[in-house]
């Protein structure tokens, strides 16, 4: 596969406190590429989330989004770098005070002005899209006036992929979204973002179980910072995953 | 409409229309040049030795007034808040109600401002400097008391009931189940309510009663304002630094178990603070004595002032409408101005990251400035009357404010004070200002909003303290009172006064703790304000 | 958790540097406004001499020690000045004995004779007894000088200053001036007058145009022109008050109990007699701004209390 790069990492390093939390890492994402990222507790998968979506700015290397170094942070343009890169947290990163609806239209934030800002915090808006999200996502659209905090944690998990897709990216992120879900909800979350990140969509994506690697297709092995091995899912075998989380069970979770 | 959660926070701030609408109306411009000296002696302050050394002296003066009254409140409020206790009494003597008969007679110390107990005191017993530290103590001994009365009642009882089941004497099982849990949380607050005290020796001082205060006053009016900004800077340093010290011990010594090893930590901590405690004692006398306090000033009996013949109509005749119209009028005003102008503020500044730095720093200046002093320094610019006193409240309480606001809206966030929630909308493209309003005054909304209903009853107290600037409601005519040595009308204003205070305080209680409930309901860890009391029904 | 300790030790540290200014012992001047009543009851005989802070401090300071320094060689006693920050509390602290000797201005004067009766009026300036008090007025503010009382009208509408509350020459008597001509409190721009605090600050603020007008004791408005600190081209007397009887030393009534018999007398001749013509009492007639102290004749103050009765400062 070789679209158009969709993100781009070059020999990133990121310093951490005692040894560095990336080192030396590259990888490349084209459109409609699927890559999972698998690794210890510790390795750095979500220092790695953290510089593709700019959270991060790393000390060396470089990071390309479609090609475009990341603009001065607070400028116009690299809000509008950022609207194209959704991320789906691992702590989902909902605002519990607010509805359903107005977390969805959350993401819009990036191309809205403050009226439109305002208005979503006093009104309804855009229900119709918010609504054929949530059905899309087998969510009853009667939630979409519901404060989240009242929802099962299924429910907010797809409340999240709603407000992801509603930011409508061509970089998915997503940060072990799968490790709190029983094994049903995993499979189906898993399959709707695999579903949804067709070219010139990308998905990256970290997460802890090999069983569910198949459907990738690429699988990056992390360890310690540094990237192990980077490989179609057909060519993992199950040595270089025991190499890869050998000792590490107990590994310090403090460096995150 | 359903108004949702992040703006609520800054609903407060529309009175900022009215109040921009009034102000070019009000204002004259006289002065402006004297205000364009004043900032630049911000710069240029004296650094005469003189001067500094006088100013030194005077905080000296300041500081030790501040730290005898906490300590004696401290004590006072321990002791009657013990007294106050429903569990006390019942596990004592097996009858509640005396704890409610105290409660409800703590009630009227708390409600009058320290600065009208200074000035009472001070026109009963004289100049001495034991009337500041009494003037801080009383009322101040009446909040630790009620905190400490709560605090022990909403304590579990079980350990208590379990210790005295098991035959522990009385005072025994109190001491054993109750004091371990009661302490962080006294101690927490403790150290808050020096931070007051240093603020009410400053204001006491203001008023003549001993201290920098004065020489903040008398530099204003007379215009020296680089002198004046000299003892501002000294004052500013210590205030930061006490703030900052006692900000680093609540977190050592009161903070959960998170960042101490057990039992180890435990101890260290303990022992830390039994070396504190026994530490305070030599300096608390030798402040006193250095300040040459002589409490039994206090009980000495003096000539009462000869009482003029008490005329009724005279106080009847007072404007009482207008007087209490204007100063809930001035009151809503000022809190209004300062729980929506404080997250306003952070929004506009939001995107620099100095505006953060910048703000930090006024509102900084906002808490150590006394209000009389904005309000002299208003008058250059803006005519006299209730919307000049509202504002130099403001200014004063949007600082104490702010810091809470920050305090509460940065913990759990990252190097920027970003909570997790406005991370992700930053990282998904929304502006710095947008993601705060909806991924951080979302989650501190309902807290923010309790303690400011408190603060609101705290302002009403307060607003005695502008009445330098006339026509500001029962204030201005209390101090008119107090100089003309009317006793009948003292005594009526006070009572008006600590009339709408209690009002205002049940008001605002439950204002609080339907906001509190609130925010229970709600699943998210909201984080609390620091200084107003975790638990429910606390006054800071 | 380094960093925190790091932080705290800091702190700790600066905190403590700054106790040295709390327990180091003090000069007296530091705290005596505090502490009037331990050397009372230590016996020491200590005359404690203190006046209404109706000017800037510092000339106050540098007036009342040469006073002090005076009365103490006069007397052969010890006198200590204790500055007051506040017109009400000089009465308070009079009445309660915190203080022995006071420069009081006439209201305040009353005030504490009625509040301490057998007080005694020990002398006042040769001034005194035909106070005036003058109106200023900033030329911005498009005000004229007037001839007659009933001008005083055209202050209504201005933002117009009183000095203190409690002052005779800078409140009272102007206001019952004011009344006379038909102008209430509430009459100025804002509804209300302003408060200064002093006579210095009431110049002040009128030269800069923070206020279009105000009230002064004339000796101090005379004093500032001479001086300099008053720009006759940024502020100028728009009228001067008819006469009143005005400041004033008040002494308690048990001098003689404590410094002996016939102190009072001995005190009261001291200030009478002080002259030109020697350089340190010269220096403290110059800053009072008279020629000679002169004994008080009481009755001269009904006026005053009249006035203070019908104004509500008197009751």
New interface residues.
């Given amino acids: 596969m070789s679209g158009p790069a969709v993100l781009e990492l070059e020999a990133i390093r990121v310093a951490g406190r005692r040894a560095p939390r990336l080192d030396g890492v590259t990888l490349r994402l084209a459109a409609g590429e699927r890559v999972a990222l698998i690794g210890p507790s510790g390795a750095g998968k979500s220092t790695m989330l953290g510089v593709a ?3 991060i700015s790393p000390e060396q290397g470089t990071v390309r989004w479609r090609g475009e170094p990341p603009a001065r942070a ?1 400028s116009g343009r690299r ?9 789906l ?1 691992q ?1 989902l ?7 359903v609806q ?1 977390n969805i239209n ?2 819009r ?3 809205w002005g ?1 009226p439109r ?2 208005l979503n ?3 309804p808006m855009d229900s119709a899209a918010c609504a054929q999200l949530l059905s899309r996502l087998d969510l009853d659209p009667a939630l979409l006036s519901q ?1 989240v ?1 009242a929802l099962s944690g299924g429910q907010r998990q797809r409340v999240a992929l709603a407000r992801l897709l509603r ?1 409508e ?1 061509l970089l998915l992120l997503a940060d072990e979204p799968l490790a709190s879900l029983d094994p049903r909800l995993a499979d189906e979350l898993l399959t709707l973002l695999l579903l949804e990140a067709k070219a010139p969509r990308a998905l990256l994506l970290s997460l802890h179980r090999p069983d569910l690697l198949s459907d990738f297709d690429r699988v990056v092995g992390l360890r310690a910072g540094r990237i192990v091995f980077d490989a179609p899912p057909g060519a993992i075998d199950p040595s270089m995953l025991q190499a890869l989380y050998a000792g590490a069970t107990a590994a310090p979770a403090g460096a995150a | ?7 609520w926070v800054l609903a407060p701030a529309l009175v900022l229309v009215p109040v921009f609408g009034l102000l070019p109306g009000l204002s004259h411009g006289g002065g402006w040049e004297l205000i364009g000296q004043f900032a630049w002696a911000a710069v240029t302050p004296s650094l005469d030795p003189l001067v500094l050394g006088s100013a030194l002296q005077g905080l000296g003066v300041t500081v030790g007034i501040a730290l005898l009254g906490w300590a004696a409140s401290l004590v006072l409020g321990l002791v009657l808040g013990l007294l106050s206790s429903r569990t006390v009494w019942r596990t004592l003597s097996g009858n509640a109600w005396p704890a409610e008969v105290i409660r409800r007679l703590l009630a009227l110390p708390r409600a009058i401002h320290e600065l009208l107990w200074g000035l009472l005191l001070l026109a009963l017993l004289g100049l001495k400097p034991a009337v500041a530290i009494a003037a801080i103590a009383i009322p101040y001994g009446a909040l630790v008391a009620r905190m400490t009365s709560d605090l022990l009642d909403a304590l579990p009882t079980r350990q208590l009931e379990a210790l005295r089941a098991a035959g522990a004497g009385p005072i025994g099982a109190l001491l054993t189940a109750l004091g371990p849990p009661l302490m962080p949380q006294v101690i927490s607050y403790g150290g808050y309510r020096l931070e007051c005290a240093l603020r009410s020796a400053t204001l006491l001082g203001v008023f003549g009663l001993g201290g920098l205060g004065a020489e903040l006053r008398l530099t204003l009016q007379s215009l020296n304002f680089r002198e004046l900004w000299s003892g501002l800077w000294l004052l500013l340093a210590v205030m930061l630094s006490l703030e900052g010290l006692l900000g680093a011990l609540r977190q050592r010594w009161a903070m959960p178990q998170r960042f101490v090893l057990s039992q180890g930590g435990v101890g260290r901590r303990g022992r830390e603070m039994v070396l504190a405690g026994v530490a305070l004692v030599p300096l608390l006398v030798g402040v006193a004595r250095v300040l040459e306090v002589d409490p039994l000033a206090l009980v000495q009996p003096h000539p009462l002032p000869p009482a003029p013949p008490v005329d009724w109509a005279g106080v009847a005749a007072l404007p009482w409408p207008s007087l209490i119209t204007n100063t809930l009028v001035l009151t809503l005003t000022a809190a209004a101005l300062a729980v929506g102008g404080a997250p306003l503020l952070l929004l506009a500044v939001r ?1 620099w990251g100095w505006g953060r730095v910048l703000v930090q720093l006024l509102w900084a200046l906002g808490r150590l400035w006394p209000p009389p002093l904005t309000a002299l320094l208003l008058l250059f610019v803006v005519q006299p009357g209730v919307l000049t006193g509202a504002l130099a409240l403001a200014f004063h309480n949007l600082g104490i404010l702010g810091r809470l606001l920050l305090e509460a809206s940065e913990a759990g966030g990252d190097r920027a004070g970003r909570t ?2 406005e ?10 200002r ?2 705060l ?3 951080r005054y ?2 501190v ?1 309902s807290s923010y909003l309790a303690y400011g209903a408190y603060r609101a009853d705290v302002i009403l107290r307060e607003s005695v303290v502008v009445g330098l600037v006339g026509a500001t409601g029962l204030g201005s005519q209390l101090l008119e009172a107090l100089s003309s040595f009317a006793w009948d009308q003292i005594a009526a204003l006070v009572l008006a006064y600590a009339g709408l205070t209690l009002l205002g305080e049940d008001l605002s209680d439950r204002i609080r703790q339907r906001l509190l409930a609130q925010q229970h ?4 860890a909201t984080s609390a304000i620091p200084g107003s009391p975790a638990a429910d029904a606390l006054p800071a | 958790m380094r960093v925190r300790e790091r932080l705290t030790a800091v702190l700790a540290g600066l905190s403590l540097a700054l106790l040295p200014a709390v327990v180091s012992p003090m000069p007296p001047a530091a705290l005596a406004q505090n502490s009037p009543q331990p050397a009372q009851q230590r016996g020491l005989k200590v005359l404690r001499v203190s006046a209404i802070p109706d000017q800037n401090p510092e000339k106050l300071n540098r007036l009342y020690g040469l006073v002090a320094t005076e009365l103490s060689k006069q007397l052969g006693v010890s006198v200590k000045y204790v500055p007051v920050t506040d017109y009400a509390a000089a009465v308070s602290a009079f009445r309660t004995g915190d203080l022995d000797l006071v420069w009081f201005g006439g209201l305040t004067g009353v005030q504490a004779t009625l509040q301490k009766p057998g007080a005694r009026m020990l002398a006042q300036r040769d001034i005194d007894a035909q106070f005036y008090s003058v109106f200023i007025a900033n030329p911005k503010s498009g005000l004229k000088p007037i001839r007659s009382i009933n001008q005083l009208s055209e202050l209504k509408g201005k933002r117009f200053t009183f000095g203190s509350e409690s002052s005779t020459s800078g409140r009272l008597m102007p206001q019952y001036f004011l009344s006379q001509a038909g102008v209430k409190l509430k009459d100025f721009a804002g509804g209300a007058p302003g408060f200064s605090g002093s006579h210095d600050a009431t110049i002040a603020l009128v030269q800069s145009g923070a206020y279009d007008a105000g009230a002064v004791n004339e000796q101090v408005w005379k004093a500032n022109l001479r001086s300099g600190k008053a720009n006759r081209s940024k502020v100028f007397q728009i009228w001067r008050t008819p006469p009143y009887p005005d400041y004033m030393w008040l002494a308690q009534a048990n001098l003689d109990q404590r410094f002996g018999k016939g102190f009072t007398t001995k005190l009261q001749k001291a200030i009478v007699g002080w002259k030109p013509s020697d350089p340190e009492q010269k220096q403290i007639l110059v800053l009072f701004g008279a020629q000679q102290f002169t004994t008080v004749n009481p009755a001269g103050y009904k006026q005053i209390e009249q006035v203070g009765r019908q104004i509500g400062k008197i009751r």
């Avoid at chain 1, 809000?79 to 991320?87: E, K, L, S, Y």
């Avoid at chain 1, 990163?93 to 509805?99: H, Y």
């Fill in positions: 979506n700019g959270l607070g809000r509008r770098q950022q609207a194209r890169i959704g991320t947290w702590d990163r909902l605002i519990d005070e607010l509805s107005q959350a993401a934030l990036a191309s403050w800002a305002l915090l006093l009104l404060p905090s930011q990216p | 409409m359903r108004l949702a959660t992040p703006l995107p997790p929630a991370q992700a909308l930053e990282a998904s493209g929304s502006g710095a947008l993601a309003l909806y991924g979302s989650s909304a309901t709600s699943s998210s």
